[in-house]
């Protein structure tokens, strides 16, 4: 859980040939099976990465939930 403007770090290991983003926007993993990328997003968003080994498919995701907070003048 973040708060709406702050940034979060995903990142991905795997012993796949490549990994590609197939949910959520504001990264790219650019074909890579391992990294790590910083995102800011603007509402909760489910980021899903799918990656490849051969003819073996795996897809695993996280939910990136934003909150806000509301300052009350007095």
Known sequence: KIIKGKKALITWNSNADSCI?????????????????????EESTTYEIECTK?????????????????????
């Open 21 to 41: 983003v197939v949910s959520g926007s504001g990264f790219n993993t650019k074909g890579f099976a391992n990294g790590e990328a910083e995102i800011q997003p």
């Open 54 to 74: 051969g003819s073996t498919k795996m897809k695993k995701s996280v939910i990136i939930k934003v909150s806000t907070i509301n300052i009350k003048e007095s």
